[in-house]
């Protein structure tokens, strides 16, 4: 008799199911434990044998660390992926003139979208006045950094020290150190073609550890909402839910209609394939709120589901997550006009003009700073003479506004990589037509780890 096996195990949801799964469900416990705990009050379970305090045990403690753990491995990718990924991209360019070349192409089309943005935004914020008839006075105060001068921070491009710029995360000084190092490895001969083999198979395994930190995802997602949502209050958005609506609006204009249409008049390519492929990474960004962290699901998106070639991606990815601002450039459009009409001073036409040209060059100017969006808002409030104050009225209703402006920015960033491998040559158009590319690097049997794949490729 023929024993037949039959399989027992569900279907099993892709990865972009889960997350989306994660996400709602975490949003879902957020919203009903800000019910259990009003005004931020604690809620004890009586257990017979101990008390269970809801906000101590479970969300200050289970969902907390969960978030958190998730939070640091992504950052902890971040450095390594983006000095081994860009030295490969620059060891496998047969001319590194070419570098110039992808830099102004790159740099250029983040300025252009910054300036759309901030324009769009601005003309919107003037249609709507979301400011007009609020008349309300800050009773916080925002004191502002200063930010450092554009020959600042091009003199701190250049690391005195690699290794503290490891440590430190210091993007831009890792990828200018990066790319010395993979142009002398292209110049060093046989010895450079051994050091590039080595980093080609770290390459491999970076990747693959990125695959791993994408299947628990889910959890970490789940986590981190659930921990925000216990903290946003519905009665925040009050007097701001006009500002707030429109600075929303005008960020998925921008991520659906702006670059879909900049991508379809540069490369011809389906913007309806660009955004459903952009899935991942977008609510990857939106979770985290961090452009940086978002970094290796950004480059895996456009390597191995786009077709970008690694000697773009790895170049043009991490320097739009440290210079392109088109969501915070939005935010201080419409966060401009809006001060504006509380406070009741009118600006120019040339005022405007100064907004848009002052958050244009300071996307980057203000590169690697910490609290770069408040920063470059303060920036543009001082150069056209409003109360940087004014800040303090918008920072409640700012942290959802974040997580949507970071998705917007990781979509540019994807984008400006398509547009730019397009016109080099160095994009894969086949992989970008096939809807199931990516997936299968998606999966992991942890329970057979010799049965992997060892190469992505």
């Known amino acids: 008799m023929t024993e037949t096996h039959l399989s027992t195990k569900p279907p099993k949801y892709s990865l972009t199911t889960r997350i989306v799964i994660g996400m709602f469900s975490g949003i879902v416990l957020g919203s009903f434990l800000q019910w259990l705990m009003p005004n931020g009050k604690d809620f004890v379970i ?10 101590t045990f479970f969300v200050d403690g289970i969902l907390e660390i969960i978030g958190q753990i998730f939070m640091a491995s992504l950052r902890m990718l971040v450095v390594p992926l983006v000095f081994v990924s860009l030295v490969c991209g620059v060891c496998s360019l047969q001319d590194t003139t070419k570098l110039g070349r992808i830099g102004g192409k790159a740099i250029g089309l983040y300025l252009v979208t910054t300036a759309i943005a901030i324009s769009f935004a601005i003309l919107m914020a003037l249609l709507i006045a ?3 008839g609020v008349n309300m006075i800050a009773n916080t105060s925002f004191s502002s950094r200063e930010a450092p001068s554009l020959a600042q921070v091009i003199i701190q491009m250049f690391p005195t020290n690699p290794f503290e710029a490891f440590a430190q995360g210091k993007m831009l000084q890792v990828i200018v150190f990066a790319l010395l190092f993979g142009i002398a490895i292209a110049l060093s001969g046989k010895t450079g073609e051994r050091v590039a083999a ?14 791993i930190l994408m299947n628990l995802a889910p959890y970490g997602v789940f986590a981190l909402l659930a921990t925000l949502f216990t903290t946003v209050s519905i009665e925040t958005f009050g007097n701001l839910i006009v500002y707030f609506l429109v600075v929303l609006a005008v960020l998925l204009i921008h991520a659906l209609f702006t670059y ?3 991508l379809r008049i540069f490369t011809g390519l389906s913007p309806v394939r660009f955004l459903k492929k952009m899935r991942d990474a977008a609510i990857f960004a939106f979770s985290t709120a961090s452009s940086n962290a978002t970094i290796p699901v950004t480059l895996e998106t456009a390597t191995k589901k786009m077709g970008v070639k690694n000697s773009i991606a790895s170049f043009t990815v991490p320097l739009g997550a440290t210079i392109n601002m088109d969501g915070t ?10 001060i504006a009409q509380v406070f009741s001073q009118d600006l120019t036409l040339a005022d405007y003009l100064t907004v848009v040209l002052t958050a244009t060059l300071a996307s980057i100017g203000t590169a690697g700073v910490p609290g770069v969006g408040l920063i470059m808002l303060a920036m543009v409030l001082e150069q056209v003479g409003l109360p940087v104050e004014g800040i303090a009225l918008i920072i ?3 942290r959802l506004l974040d997580m949507t402006r970071t998705a917007v920015n990781v979509t540019g960033d994807s984008m400006v990589s398509i547009i730019v491998a397009k016109s080099e040559g160095q994009f894969d158009n086949d992989m970008f037509l096939d809807d199931e590319a990516g997936h299968t690097i998606e999966e992991i049997d942890f329970h057979h780890l010799k049965d992997e794949p060892t190469s992505n490729n």
């Open 130 to 132: 979301p400011g007009e």
């Open 198 to 211: 080595i980093f080609e198979d770290l390459s491999v395994v970076i990747m693959r550890l990125v695959t």
């Open 260 to 262: 879909p249409v900049l």
């Open 46 to 55: 009586n257990l017979f044998i101990f008390d269970l305090s809801i906000k």
């Open 396 to 398: 409640g209703v700012d």
């Open 329 to 338: 450039a939005i935010m201080q459009g419409v966060a401009t006009v809006f």
